[in-house]
């Protein structure tokens, strides 16, 4: 055992990358980072959020989507004598790109950051961030060891990161993959670092622009903190326990039916007169085939807005009417806890939406 880790992290001014960088640094003393950079002026930001931590790491000019990596000889050969464990964290997670693209990024980018593994002699861990909705279009319990597929996927994002998984499994390397849901906020508190597919779809309903919604009262619904998904890696990344395992990072039993989250959210923004006023009214759930036929109706009509609403919905919104419960026996016995239940900060996620505009101002922003 070296007298220190070296850890190579890719995905670094992420969500999940970022906070994973910063909770094993902040774990071991000795530790000591390289980061795959792309965008040198979003590592600087990044690396300011890190305060003196940041002194223990050091960015590395790269690409995922260029081969090799992009990385010159020289700091190549560094990283392959010096780098002892590997957390691969970047993707491009858009659901809307041509399957081709987001192969390039998430698979043949995860084929090179294997490669650059396996010319890493001391390497004794490559933890891989995936997605629990490799799943696709399955339903039902969807256990940790299931690694296949025959129903198809709704995007693009889900197929490629199926495909990086299947490289992983068969790279020969010692692996971890990691498969948490969709993270709406922070932690229990509710605040919101960045705004995803699930909070546009609330916009839309909050908004009146849908009357429909697919999936029926009972189906769950599965999303996650970053807090929850972040301390989760970091821990189990260096426990030699997770070797060759695959983790759902998801809230599981805690998951709510869809029916209640809906209720939850209409009966929140009935507090403010000036919403109520307006009159709109609850979208109805229904199977998936008649939200499609809705969905084209509207697209059909011409209406510029609505069309344009529904179809940036098209690549995510029909997992809602794909009822899954995620088995998650693994990750709670590795990191010796469970995921706090949706129930404990769905509320508070919603008042933040709220409070903060729908996260206008910082989508503009980026």
């Given at each position: 055992?070296?007298?220190?880790?070296t850890?190579?992290?890719?995905?670094?001014?992420?969500?999940v990358g970022?906070?994973?960088?910063?909770r094993?640094?902040g774990?071991?003393?000795?530790?000591?980072?390289?980061?795959?950079?792309?965008d040198?002026l979003?590592?600087r930001?990044?690396?300011?959020?890190l305060?003196?931590?940041?002194d223990r790491?050091v960015?590395?000019?790269?690409d995922?989507?260029?081969?090799?990596?992009?990385?010159?000889y020289?700091?190549?050969?560094?990283l392959?004598?010096?780098v002892?464990?590997?957390?691969h964290?970047?993707?491009?997670?858009?659901?809307?790109?041509?399957?081709a693209q987001?192969r390039?990024?998430n698979a043949?980018?995860t084929?090179?950051?294997l490669s650059?593994?396996?010319?890493?002699?001391?390497?004794r861990?490559f933890?891989h961030?995936?997605?629990?909705f490799?799943a696709?279009?399955?339903?039902g319990?969807?256990?940790?060891?299931d690694n296949?597929n025959a129903?198809g996927?709704?995007?693009?994002?889900?197929?490629?990161k199926?495909?990086?998984?299947?490289?992983?499994?068969?790279?020969?390397?010692?692996?971890?993959?990691?498969r948490?849901?969709t993270?709406?906020?922070?932690?229990?508190?509710g605040?919101?670092p960045?705004?995803n597919?699930v909070?546009?779809?609330l916009?839309v309903?909050?908004r009146g622009?849908?009357a429909?919604?697919?999936?029926?009262?009972?189906d769950?619904?599965?999303?996650?903190t970053?807090?929850y998904?972040?301390?989760?890696i970091a821990?189990?990344?260096?426990?030699p326990?997770?070797a060759r395992?695959t983790?759902h990072l998801?809230?599981?039993r805690g998951?709510?039916?869809?029916?209640?989250?809906v209720?939850?959210a209409?009966?929140?923004?009935a507090?403010?007169p000036?919403?109520?006023n307006?009159?709109?009214e609850k979208?109805?759930?229904?199977?998936?085939?008649?939200y499609?036929?809705f969905a084209?109706?509207v697209?059909?009509?011409?209406?510029?807005?609505?069309g344009?609403?529904?179809?940036s919905l098209?690549?995510?919104?029909p997992q809602?009417?794909?009822?899954?419960q995620f088995?998650?026996?693994v990750?709670?016995?590795?990191?010796?806890c469970?995921a706090p239940?949706?129930?404990?900060?769905?509320?508070?996620m919603?008042?933040?939406?709220?409070?903060?505009n729908?996260?206008v101002?910082?989508?503009?922003?980026?």
């Amino acid at each position: 055992m070296p007298t220190h880790e070296t850890v190579f992290v890719t995905g670094a001014t992420g969500l999940v990358g970022a906070g994973v960088l910063k909770r094993m640094l902040g774990g071991d003393p000795r530790l000591r980072a390289y980061v795959l950079v792309r965008d040198e002026l979003r590592w600087r930001a990044a690396s300011r959020r890190l305060g003196s931590l940041a002194d223990r790491v050091v960015p590395v000019q790269g690409d995922l989507t260029v081969r090799g990596l992009g990385i010159e000889y020289w700091t190549r050969h560094r990283l392959a004598r010096e780098v002892t464990m590997i957390v691969h964290a970047a993707a491009d997670t858009s659901f809307s790109r041509p399957l081709a693209q987001a192969r390039l990024s998430n698979a043949e980018g995860t084929r090179e950051m294997l490669s650059l593994a396996r010319h890493c002699g001391g390497l004794r861990r490559f933890a891989h961030v995936s997605t629990a909705f490799v799943a696709g279009r399955q339903v039902g319990m969807i256990r940790e060891r299931d690694n296949g597929n025959a129903e198809g996927w709704v995007n693009s994002y889900e197929r490629s990161k199926y495909d990086a998984e299947a490289l992983v499994r068969d790279s020969g390397v010692d692996w971890v993959i990691f498969r948490p849901s969709t993270i709406v906020c922070t932690g229990v508190e509710g605040s919101i670092p960045q705004i995803n597919a699930v909070h546009r779809a609330l916009r839309v309903y909050h908004r009146g622009l849908a009357a429909m919604m697919p999936g029926a009262r009972s189906d769950l619904l599965d999303v996650v903190t970053a807090d929850y998904v972040n301390d989760s890696i970091a821990c189990v990344t260096v426990n030699p326990s997770a070797a060759r395992k695959t983790l759902h990072l998801c809230a599981g039993r805690g998951a709510l039916p869809l029916g209640e989250l809906v209720d939850g959210a209409y009966d929140l923004w009935a507090r403010d007169p000036i919403w109520r006023n307006r009159g709109i009214e609850k979208a109805v759930l229904t199977d998936l085939e008649t939200y499609t036929l809705f969905a084209n109706s509207v697209i059909e009509t011409g209406d510029a807005r609505l069309g344009a609403v529904l179809s940036s919905l098209s690549h995510f919104i029909p997992q809602l009417a794909l009822s899954k419960q995620f088995d998650t026996t693994v990750a709670d016995k590795l990191n010796g806890c469970t995921a706090p239940p949706v129930r404990s900060y769905w509320s508070a996620m919603l008042t933040q939406l709220l409070n903060g505009n729908w996260g206008v101002a910082a989508e503009e922003a980026a």
